[in-house]
C-alpha cells in the first residue's frame, strides 16, 4: 500500500444503486430524410451552380451521426453540379495543425473516402477586414474563403463558457471555426463576457463579406440524438439562431440532482465538450463569464477519452484525476486552447492519484462539508451521457421522491481489479 492510499484506506466507498433520468426524447426518424426535407424545402439550394466549388464546414465536436450528415450534404450539393469539399472548421483543435484537424475528423468517421469529396485542411487564413463597431479584425480560413460557396454546418447549444443571444452554433462556427487558430484567438482576445457579441458583429461581418450559402442547424437531444435539423440562409443567421438556442437549451441533458458531495466522470474529452466535462451539466466553469452554481464539493475523472487525443483541456474543472489520465496527456493539444480562448479555470493540473480506488476514496475525505461516512456520490461515464447514473445509498431516499428518476437496481458495490481500477 502507497503512502497516499493507506492515507485514505479508512473511508469506505458506498454501495451504488443504478438510476435512469428521464428526459424528452424527439428525434427524427431517419436523419438523411430530414437533411434532405430541411435543404430541398429552404429553396436555398438554387444559390449554388454547377462547377461551383463549395467548402463545408466540418467540426470537431461530436455531433451525431456525423459522417452521414456530411456525406449527405455532399451528395446533394454534388446533385446542382457543384464541387463539394471538406473544411475542417474547429478553431485551435486539434493541436491547432492541419495534419492534426485531419485526424480529429477522421477519429469521428469523417473521411474523404466515406463523404465522398476531398478534405481541404489548412491553418491559414486571410484577413478580410475589420468590422464596424470594435474594429475587430476578421480571419478566414483560406481554403473556404478561395471556394465559390460556404455552407456552414454545426450544432446548436449552449455554451460552456459564456451566454448570450448566440452560443455555440452557425454564427459561432463562421468566426471561430473558420477562422482557425489566428481567428479564434482574435475573437477570445476580449472578455468572455462579451463573447456572444463579439461573434454577433464578426458573424454579420463574414455574411456580408463572404458566400455563405446557408447554414445547416442541427439540435440534439439529452441522448446525443439528432432532434432537429434547420436550413438558414446565410444572412439570416444571427436573426434565427437565437429562437434555435433557446430550443436547445430545453433539450440540454442536465443532473437533476442539485446538490451532491462527489461527481464521478469515467472519461472527459473534447469530443464530449470543449472543456472536456459540458460546464451546464456540471455547473462549474472555466471563466466568471456564468455565475457558478456549486453542486458539488468534488469533481473526479477516471481517464482520458481515445478521441481527445491527449488533449486534457478542462481538466482545472477536476479536483482529482487518476495516473491513467495523467499518463495520457498530450500537454501542447491542451495548452493550445486555454491560450488561445484565455480560459484560466480550464488548465490547472488536479490532484494525481495511483488508481480509480484510491481517487474515489480521496474524494470523500476531501468532503470535509459532508457526511463523509455517508456520502453522497454520482457517477457517470460522461457529461454527453448522463440519462444512466450510479448514485449512492445516501441520494437513494430523494431519488424516490423524484419524478423523473427511475430506479433500476438495488445497491451494490463497485468491483475494482487487483491494480484498484474498475472493471
Not at 188 to 200: A, D, G, R, T
Not at 241 to 266: H, M, R, S, W
Not at 335 to 357: C, K, R
Not at 414 to 420: K, L, N, P, R
Amino acid at each position: 500500500m502507497s503512502i497516499l492510499s493507506a492515507l485514505v484506506s479508512d473511508f469506505e466507498i458506498p454501495k451504488m444503486a443504478k438510476v435512469r433520468q428521464h428526459f424528452p426524447r424527439k428525434a427524427v426518424a431517419d436523419v438523411k430524410d430530414a437533411l434532405n426535407e430541411a435543404v430541398r424545402s429552404s429553396g436555398l439550394l438554387g444559390r449554388i451552380k454547377p462547377n461551383q466549388s463549395i467548402a463545408i464546414t466540418a467540426s470537431s465536436r461530436g455531433l451525431a451521426n456525423a459522417p452521414i450528415i456530411y456525406r449527405e450534404i455532399v451528395s446533394i450539393l454534388k446533385e446542382t453540379g457543384a464541387k463539394p469539399f471538406l473544411v475542417p472548421a474547429m478553431g485551435s483543435h486539434g493541436g491547432a495543425s492541419a495534419e492534426g484537424q485531419v485526424k480529429v475528423l477522421a477519429n469521428l468517421g469523417i473521411t474523404e473516402e466515406f463523404c465522398g469529396c476531398p478534405i481541404q485542411s489548412s491553418m491559414d487564413t486571410v484577413l478580410i477586414g475589420r468590422t464596424e463597431k470594435q474594429n475587430i479584425p476578421v480571419y478566414i480560413d483560406a481554403c473556404a474563403l478561395a471556394a465559390d460557396g460556404i455552407v456552414l454546418v454545426n450544432r446548436i447549444k449552449p455554451h460552456t463558457s459564456f451566454r448570450g443571444p448566440v452560443e455555440s452554433g452557425l454564427a459561432k462556427m463562421a468566426v471561430i471555426g473558420l477562422g482557425n487558430q489566428k481567428g479564434a484567438d482574435e475573437c477570445h482576445s476580449f472578455s468572455m463576457k462579451k463573447m456572444s457579441e463579439n461573434i454577433l458583429e464578426m458573424s454579420d461581418y463574414i455574411s456580408r463579406h463572404c458566400n455563405i450559402c446557408f447554414g445547416i442547424g442541427i439540435l440534439e437531444n439529452a441522448f446525443d440524438e439528432t432532434s432537429e435539423i434547420v436550413c438558414i440562409p446565410g444572412e439570416h443567421v444571427t436573426e434565427q439562431e437565437p429562437a434555435l438556442l433557446k430550443k436547445a437549451f430545453e433539450l440540454l441533458p442536465q443532473i437533476y440532482f442539485k446538490q451532491y458531495d462527489v461527481l464521478i466522470l469515467d472519461e472527459i474529452g473534447k469530443n464530449i465538450s470543449g472543456p472536456g466535462m459540458d460546464c451546464n451539466v456540471v455547473s462549474r466553469y472555466t471563466t466568471d463569464a456564468i455565475a457558478p452554481d456549486p453542486r458539488q464539493e468534488i469533481i473526479t475523472v477516471l481517464d482520458l477519452s481515445k478521441e481527445t487525443y491527449g488533449n486534457a483541456h478542462g481538466m482545472g474543472l477536476a479536483n482529482i484525476a487518476t495516473q491513467r489520465f495523467f499518463d495520457k496527456i498530450d500537454f501542447t493539444a491542451t495548452y493550445v486552447n486555454p491560450l488561445t480562448a484565455l480560459s484560466i479555470g480550464s488548465f490547472a493540473m488536479p490532484m494525481i492519484l495511483e488508481s480509480d480506488q484510491v481517487a474515489i476514496q480521496a474524494s470523500i475525505k476531501l468532503c470535509v462539508n459532508s457526511d463523509r461516512a455517508n456520502p453522497k456520490i454520482i457517477r457517470a461515464k460522461n457529461t454527453m451521457h448522463v440519462n444512466e447514473l450510479l448514485i449512492s445509498e445516501a441520494l437513494l431516499p430523494e431519488a424516490k421522491q423524484m419524478p423523473e428518476i427511475e430506479i433500476l437496481s438495488q445497491p451494490a458495490y463497485m468491483e475494482f481489479d487487483a491494480q484498484g481500477n474498475l472493471f
